[in-house]
């Protein structure tokens, strides 16, 4: 994604000594759009449509409206470039649940930890704010080090999805994984103050 800066209104609702994540504005579409065509991000997300900017435009508006999703996109603390975006999405309320994802757009981002930080920051938010029981996700097979990513954070595999997804004139499988929240306390809270 571009070099984007956040208008001085919006906050930063979640930070790390390296990034934040803010909330989306219609602004935001310029910068935004053009990682929708990435071959390697459409590749690992198995991106198999294309978007017009005025659909990305209306996507945004509507998710902004969407009190089941919260989707936030992911700055640097150093220049407040934008380099992705995490979601939390289809937050079921009686179940507390949720699906989350993350993208961090450009190969030069890549590899650095900012999605990690990015997903710890918002299982956080989701396991300690919205009080969400399981947050779950499904991640292609082939993309092996988000899949790494994931177990090291503590996602567990559930089970695969056989030829879930038709891309590069193959069939792909898809692996489901979750955390719950007593896993992600234990794992990433033990050390803070209260917390055994």
Known sequence: MSH?????RIPRLLETSRIYLRPFEI?????????????????????????????????????????????????LQENDQI?????????HAKNRSAHIRVAIDQAAHQGKGYGSEALLLMLDYGFGICNLHRIELEVYAFNERAIRTYEKL????????????????????????????DEFRQRHMKDQPGNV
């Open 4 to 8: 984007s800066k956040p208008s001085p």
């Open 27 to 75: 602004t935001d579409v310029d910068a935004y759009f053009p990682s929708l065509f990435d071959a390697e991000m459409r590749r690992l997300t198995g991106t198999q449509n294309s978007f017009t900017r005025a659909q990305v435009e209306r996507y945004v508006e509507s998710a902004a409206q969407d009190d089941t999703r919260l989707m936030l996109l992911i700055a």
């Open 83 to 91: 380099i992705g975006d995490v979601v939390l999405m289809d937050m």
């Open 154 to 181: 503590g996602f567990q595999r559930e089970g695969v999805k056989r030829d879930v997804l038709f891309y590069n004139h193959q069939y792909h499988d898809a692996i489901q994984m979750s955390m719950l929240e």
